[in-house]
Structure formats: structure tokens, C-alpha cells
């Protein structure tokens, strides 16, 4: 087998990514098989963090949120990341992968306090990090969460995984038929079409760092090992 293409990413996993096909909520089938993507590659000896997002846990939030003052909603929707990163840690250590996970709201029960230094030393000795609880702050996303940490570790990538489209399209492929898939977009010319990459604020900071983007289909469970492998998936987010 070739070289890995990077030596450091860090995988972004939208709650959505851990659904499978529930309503709400974590399906363990989904999860095994994304556990085994990332011992696969980490086997290979590529250093991997992970941010995952909430999205699966807050869909059966939003009744409660409904009306709610916005910093107290994300920070529920921190917490629910937090739950998704326990889960996901549980499933790496069954495909026999030691993981970490780090908060960057300190329950300290069950992870350890996001600290920069530590993280790196985790990926050094062929852990994987798991973020969890987004950037500790409301209103940032955690989009920028991954887009931050990556940047703190010098990841040299970042793996977007989607949930069920191959890439960014023209336009939303689940609204407009017309849409097409874009296979290189600049940084810069995705905030200006306003693309639904990532956020705004996660896009310039990946553009100010010259930070590359892969944006993937996650429900191909051989993407991950391609896209490390050097070969082209989806869409990719240059400078």
C-alpha cells in the first residue's frame, strides 16, 4: 500500500454523519463502520483528531430550544457533542484504537480540559484526539471548531464528512436538480457564493491558514482511505 498522503488530519463528523437512517439519535451500526474507517487509516500511521458536530442529538432538542435564549441553546448543543464524542471514543477502543477525549468545557469526569500542548502529544504517540463541546464558546459553530483545532495542531488537512452528497454543489442538490458538483473551489470564491461548505467564520480562518478542505459523501465507507490515499473525492477547498 502507497504512502499516506498526510500524516496529520482531523475528520469533521456532522451529528447528521452518525444517524444512519433514524430520525434522531446514534445508530451503532453507523458508528462501527465509521470507527473501523478511522482504525483503518490510523493503522496506517496517519495522526487523526476528530470534532463531531450534534446535530443527531439536537433534532430531538429543537421542541425545548424553541424560544430559548441562543447562548443557552448552543451550550446544550456543546453538551450533546460531548455525549456523541463518548460514544464515538467507546467505538474506536472496540476496533482497539486509543482515543482521548478533550472538552473544551471542563466535565472532567469523563474527559480531559482541551489543552493545545497535550492534544498534540496525544496524536504523537498515535492516539486519536477526539474535540468535543465545540470552541467552548456560543454563537461559533463547530465548524469552526474543526477549522480552529486544525489549525492549532497543524493538521494538514481537513475531511469533511457530508451526509448523503458527494461534495459542494452549485446549489442544494436536495432543492434544485439543476445543481452540480464542484470538484475544486477556492476558499475564497465559496464564501463569495456563499456554497454551503462551512461556515463563513470556519472558511476564512481555513483560507487565512491555507488550510485545504475535503468535502466527502460519508455513506462510501472506502472514501476516507482514498482521500488519504491522495486520490481525489468530492470536492476539495484550496488556496
Do not use: W
Not at 19 to 33: F, H, I, N, Q, S
Not at 125 to 133: L, N, S, T
Not at 154 to 168: C, D, Q
Amino acid at each position: 500500500m502507497s504512502e499516506p498522503a498526510f500524516q496529520r488530519i482531523l475528520l469533521k463528523l456532522s451529528g447528521e454523519a452518525l444517524m444512519g437512517e433514524l430520525d434522531y439519535g446514534t445508530d451503532p451500526v453507523r458508528l462501527r463502520t465509521i470507527a473501523k474507517q478511522v482504525a483503518a487509516i490510523h493503522a496506517r500511521g496517519v495522526e487523526v483528531a476528530i470534532v463531531v458536530g450534534a446535530g443527531n442529538i439536537y433534532r430531538g432538542m429543537q421542541g425545548a430550544a424553541a424560544g430559548m435564549d441562543r447562548a443557552t441553546a448552543d451550550y446544550m448543543g456543546m453538551l450533546a457533542t460531548v455525549l456523541n464524542a463518548l460514544a464515538f471514543q467507546d467505538a474506536l477502543e472496540k476496533e482497539g484504537v486509543h482515543t482521548r477525549v478533550q472538552s473544551a468545557i471542563t466535565i472532567s469526569e469523563v474527559a480531559e480540559p482541551y489543552i493545545r500542548r497535550r492534544a498534540m502529544r496525544h496524536l504523537e504517540k498515535q492516539r486519536v484526539v477526539i474535540f468535543a463541546a465545540g470552541t467552548g464558546n456560543p454563537f461559533f459553530t463547530t465548524d469552526t471548531a474543526a477549522a480552529l483545532r486544525a489549525v492549532e495542531i497543524h493538521a494538514e488537512a481537513i475531511l469533511m464528512a457530508k451526509n448523503g452528497v458527494e461534495g459542494v454543489y452549485t446549489a442544494d442538490p436536495r432543492k434544485d436538480p439543476d445543481a452540480t458538483l464542484i470538484d475544486e473551489i477556492t476558499h475564497m470564491d465559496a464564501i463569495q457564493r456563499q456554497l454551503r461548505v462551512m461556515d463563513s467564520t470556519a472558511l476564512t480562518l481555513c483560507m487565512e491558514n491555507r488550510l485545504p478542505l475535503y468535502v466527502f459523501n460519508m455513506d462510501d465507507e472506502r472514501n476516507i482511505e482514498r482521500i488519504v490515499s491522495g486520490e481525489r473525492v468530492g470536492t476539495l477547498v484550496a488556496t
